[in-house]
Nanobody, 121 residues
Framework: QVQLVESGGDLVQPGGSLRLSCAAS????????MAWHRQAPGKQRELVATITSGGSTNYADSVKGRFTISRDNAKNTVILQMNSLKPEDTAVYYCNADIWRSGTYVYSEHWGQGTQVTVSS
């Protein structure tokens, strides 16, 4: 079994910063791409940022220049540093990863349970 556990969500004022963390645990052989997605009330889930095992990153246009994704491969952890937060960043943030579990021979997609980020004065 594999688990992804997010943490760091909170209530923050506009212009503030938050750091989200997601740790993968379990019978992991390897992790390929890791990513953060978010879903605001009444909206579809959207991709926020991705990072490959080699460190290549991509960002949604709405967060470029404000958010930074990074990872620690030794700890199977992905971080999302969010700066200059706006009310429209309010959403549940989900971590996901392509993981090769021991006992299998393919990568499969796994999701965390989500963490709430609220940007409001």
């Amino acid at each position: 079994q594999v688990q992804l556990v997010e943490s760091g969500g909170d209530l923050v004022q506009p212009g503030g910063s938050l750091r989200l963390s997601c740790a993968a645990s379990g019978s992991i052989v390897s992790i390929r791409t890791m990513a953060w997605h978010r879903q605001a009330p009444g909206k579809q889930r959207e991709l926020v940022a991705t990072i490959t095992s080699g460190g290549s990153t991509n960002y949604a246009d709405s967060v470029k220049g404000r958010f930074t994704i990074s990872r620690d491969n030794a700890k199977n952890t992905v971080i999302l540093q969010m700066n200059s937060l706006k009310p429209e960043d309010t959403a549940v943030y989900y971590c996901n990863a392509d993981i090769w579990r021991s006992g299998t021979y393919v990568y499969s997609e796994h999701w965390g349970q989500g963490t709430q980020v609220t940007v409001s004065s």
